[in-house]
């Protein structure tokens, strides 16, 4: 039952990533027709299809390490929005934001060992860089969400 339960979850978390994949596409072209959904998925599935043929054997699990943390860190950040709809509710939030302190400090901790590590084994242009450059990415991304974050509950006091 967990096995069906765990490829039921992939297969779905995989779909959806693929449609919303070929959506973004098709808004950003403008290919709005069967051709641009063709257009979409190839482009969608083709280029993490050439990223792992091109990386070594291993080249997955560095793949995977960062997209564990892009999930944790995705969870934390709807924390922090879901303890900002709390807070100009005047509702009680210590019950998301202190899981989401704990689960923020947590991910960006692992993205900057993730990025560390992967800047230092890196020879070139190859799986290694391009997981420091998105762990870096991603934690000046959460770092301007949660800059803009308390941006807003400082406006509300005033």
Do not use: H
Not at 89 to 113: D, E, G, N, Y
């Amino acid at each position: 039952l967990g096995a069906m339960a765990f490829s039921t979850f992939v297969f779905d978390t995989l779909d959806v990533a693929t449609r919303l994949g070929r959506y973004l596409v098709q808004e950003l072209t403008g290919l709005r027709s069967n051709l641009g959904a063709w257009v979409g998925t190839l482009i969608t599935l083709g280029v993490p299809v050439l990223v792992i043929w091109t990386t070594p054997d291993d080249g997955w699990v560095k793949f995977w390490t960062l997209f564990g943390a892009s999930n944790q860190l995705l969870a934390a950040l709807t924390l922090l929005a879901v303890t900002l709809w709390l807070y100009q509710a005047k509702k009680r939030i210590a019950f998301t934001l202190i899981p989401m302190i704990f689960v923020l400090i947590t991910t960006l901790t692992a993205l900057v060992i993730i990025a560390k590590t992967s800047w230092e084994s890196s020879q070139g242009v190859d799986a290694s860089l391009i997981n420091a450059v998105v762990s870096i990415a991603l934690i000046a991304l959460a770092i301007f969400i949660c800059a803009a974050a308390l941006k807003k509950v400082k406006a509300s006091k005033a």
